[in-house]
């Protein structure tokens, strides 16, 4: 990446076919509209991805639910399995199994492949939040995988429109949107380098530019912030319409911090996760790599507001 940051850290995770929200279109020759999964089907792959994340997580090693993780949600869950692992390679001593309760399964119809489908879950962490994934498949012989994982609370999950049948409807096409989901990404990284009013004031939009004005320069050092948007493959916006006639959308974007020394000075010691994810040697700078994964809901006017945002490193390098 040519950019005041430097090249990029760590290349994306490989990107598969672009998903497609329309339940219109014809993909792989598919003209059909047929929901995403059965939910005998769905329920299988909820048990699938729970029991894969539990053994990664008491093993601290990432290639216990690879194939049961993927996109921006992979990126995170990986990461932080290999930055605990080089820390404790013993495995997790406090691990908890999670368990998931109480699930609802959001399946949308749609034509062709790729499919998707989302999961409301109870659990035994995080409080009374619902755990909210999204699982995608690429192609039939592929195994379901969490693309988004967020965490939001009872009251911002909202009623979703569904037809005769029960399935849920994609948030692409059909009525207008204030914010397409195709552009939110970009619209998201536009907005935390520029400002704006696509999106309503909160902890994940004006009080991050606000913050990030804050710690810009102090003494002896300097950061700068690099927003970029993702929306191919795995990354692409999945958004579900929702009763009043807005969307539930989650989307993914990149972002860069790089931290410069002034000379005679240092680079502030960083804590063990990022000391574990970062190449190269830290004397004057540290770039560091994010992916973060939001869900937002959007009107069909107005401003899209923020329901949750969980960002995570995925790497770094010191020069």
């Known amino acids: 990446m040519k950019s005041t940051l430097g090249r990029r850290v760590l290349p994306a995770a490989a990107a598969a076919l672009s998903l497609v929200l329309s339940g219109c279109v014809v993909v792989h020759g598919e003209r059909e509209v047929l929901p995403a999964a059965t939910p005998q089907e769905a329920r299988g792959a909820l048990r699938a991805f729970t029991d894969a994340y539990n053994a990664a997580d008491k093993a601290y090693d990432p290639g216990l639910d690879e194939n049961r993780v993927t996109g921006a949600f992979g990126d995170i869950d990986g990461a932080r399995l290999k930055a605990r692992h080089a820390g404790h390679p013993e495995g997790n001593a406090r691990h908890e199994p999670l368990r998931l309760t109480d699930s609802r399964y959001v399946i949308p119809a749609k034509a062709g492949w790729p499919r998707w489908f989302l999961v409301d ?7 009374d939040a619902r755990w909210m ?6 192609r039939k012989e592929e195994p379901w995988q969490v693309a988004y994982l967020t965490l939001l609370d009872p009251d911002d999950v909202p009623e979703f429109r569904k037809d005769e049948d029960g399935h849920a409807e994609p948030a692409a096409g059909g009525d207008p949107l204030a914010l397409p989901p195709s552009r939110l990404s970009k619209a998201y990284a536009d907005y935390l380098g520029q400002g704006g009013d696509a999106f309503a004031e909160g902890p994940h939009t004006s009080a991050v530019r606000e913050q990030r004005k804050k710690n810009e320069k102090r003494p002896g050092l300097v950061r700068q912030f690099q927003d970029e948007p993702l929306t191919r493959g795995d ?6 319409r929702t009763a009043d006639g807005g969307a539930l959308v989650f989307f993914a974007t990149r972002h860069f911090e790089k931290l410069t020394a002034a000379p005679g000075t240092a680079i502030p010691v ?7 994810l970062t190449t190269g040697e830290v004397e004057q700078t540290l770039t560091m790599e994010y992916v973060s994964q939001q869900a937002v809901r959007v009107p069909r006017t107005g401003q899209a507001v923020f329901l949750g945002r969980v960002p995570g490193l995925i790497a770094a390098r010191g020069e």
């Open 121 to 127: 879950s109870a659990a035994n962490k995080g409080g």
């Open 133 to 138: 994934l999204v699982f995608v498949k690429e």
């Open 235 to 240: 990354y692409a916006p999945l958004g579900l």
């Open 270 to 276: 960083q804590n063990a996760d990022v000391r574990a």
